[in-house]
């Protein structure tokens, strides 16, 4: 691909035709749901209106451009799937390190966001265990491991601005567009939900 492109609008462009996928169908996949919510933040939407990017799947799929397949790295060696909208992190992880010449983007018209949840069970055999396995995570070391592991931990900034990030890490990441990523609540996360599982069938019927 000589022009990769930069924006969920890039990806209307003609020279993009089969090329266009997510990992999965939205309705089961979390990365493919949360690749539809990003496209509707790009296209007039908000986090508590989905249905532009249902509109905007619809459009690029009779462009001609999404391959409805779940994408993978076993789909983008062979060629099906040169360009997948997933997280960041997965594809520096997943994908980078058996497809050549990866380029990651996020896309100028969108930040989108999600945290993983950690929960500590009260009934565990040995919760204190667990409680310095949580502060690890949050500590310094911890948190530059996430780098490490191309993910951006939620201290990055506080790692940035004492001077204790993994400066070569920190580098490595994509550049994201400057501004506030944007998180939906749960309540806008359900309720995406519903729209993406009674309209998705209508994306590719």
Do not use: C
Request: no cysteine; charged share 15%; aromatic share 10%.
């Amino acid at each position: 691909m000589t022009t990769p492109p930069t924006s969920f609008a890039d990806l209307l462009k003609p020279i993009y035709k089969n090329e266009v996928a997510i990992n999965g169908n939205p309705t089961q996949a979390s990365a493919a749901f949360s690749a539809v919510f990003a496209s509707a933040l790009a296209n007039g939407g908000s986090l508590d209106n989905i249905a532009p990017g249902i509109a905007y799947f619809k459009k690029l799929h009779a462009e001609g451009n999404f391959v409805p397949v779940a994408a993978s790295a076993a789909t983008m060696e062979s060629g099906q799937t040169p360009i997948v909208v997933w997280w960041d992190y997965l594809l520096a992880s997943e994908i980078g390190p058996s497809v050549k010449g990866l380029k990651i983007v996020i896309p100028s018209d969108a930040s989108y966001a999600a945290y993983y949840d950690q929960a500590i069970s009260k009934y565990a055999p040995h919760p204190a265990a667990a409680r310095l396995w949580e502060e690890y995570l949050y500590s310094t070391a911890g948190q530059n491991l996430w780098l490490q592991g191309e993910a951006r931990p939620i201290e990055l900034p506080t790692l940035v601005s004492d001077g204790t990030v993994d400066q070569a890490a920190y580098k490595a990441l994509p550049p994201a567009p400057s501004g506030n990523v944007t998180f939906p609540t749960q309540s806008q996360q359900a309720a995406a939900e519903n729209v993406v599982a009674q309209q998705w069938s209508s994306v590719i019927g």
